[in-house]
T-cell receptor, first 114, second 115 residues
């Protein structure tokens, strides 16, 4: 069965520092992978997606993620954190079968310190 | 504005009461789904639908019913509310029912408390 594991439920960085949020996946088929962001009291918003094209995927707000098959990873990075990046981030993998189900990780709460 | 609309935004229920959470989208999306979000557990899939008249169970379907009579609407029914159903509920839709080229569009959520 497909699953994702997000390492670190809380990550804190200083403004201007590198952001690295970790996601490892398990999938019996070539995976489709996604990162979503959730700001307080809002729904989730798509940051970026990997669907078997380029392994380095660029998303909104300066985020990017690299698909590494050998490491079964899809880590999210941003070179320089901004206060507005403080939010919860979810990694997701397409579920098995023919439908478009997504299986979500447990989330990583990013805090950005001034 | 195009998107996914969830109502109500907040609800308090007594144990044993029933209610329906509404979800409507105006983007002609085939795929719709319901998730619940609980602290430390991420989002868990309750039910989903790949088109009008077609629904299926997700990871945590017990205590919930759904129907999809139109493309636009996908209500979630709690038959007899329990405190374990206290959660934030999100409805999400996707253009395609198959082929994960499409990301989800999420509603803003319904915060449900069962006392």
């Amino acid at each position: 069965a497909q699953s994702v594991t997000q390492l670190g439920s809380h990550v804190s960085v200083s403004e201007g520092a590198l952001v690295l949020l970790r996601c490892n996946y398990s999938s019996s088929v070539p995976p489709y992978l996604f990162w979503y962001v959730q700001y307080p009291n809002q729904g989730l918003q798509l940051l970026l997606k990997y669907t078997s094209a380029a392994t380095l995927v660029k998303g909104i707000n300066g985020f990017e993620a690299e698909f590494k098959k050998s490491e079964t990873s899809f880590h999210l990075t941003k070179p320089s954190a901004h206060m507005s990046d403080a939010a919860e981030y979810f990694c997701a993998v397409r579920g098995g079968g023919a439908t478009n189900k997504l299986i979500f990780g447990t989330g990583t709460l990013l805090a950005v310190q001034p | 504005n195009a998107g996914v609309t969830q109502t109500p935004k907040f609800q308090v229920l007594k144990t044993g009461q029933s209610m329906t959470l509404q979800c409507a989208q105006d983007m002609n999306h085939e795929y719709m789904s319901w998730y619940r979000q609980d602290p430390g557990m991420g989002l868990r899939l309750i039910h989903y639908s790949v088109g009008a008249g077609i629904t299926d169970q997700g990871e945590v379907p017990n205590g919930y019913n759904v129907s999809r009579s139109t493309t636009e609407d996908f209500p979630l029914r709690l038959l007899s509310a329990a405190p374990s159903q206290t959660s934030v509920y999100f409805c999400a839709s996707s253009l395609g029912a198959t082929g994960a080229n499409y990301g989800y569009t999420f509603g803003s959520g319904t915060r449900l408390t069962v006392v």
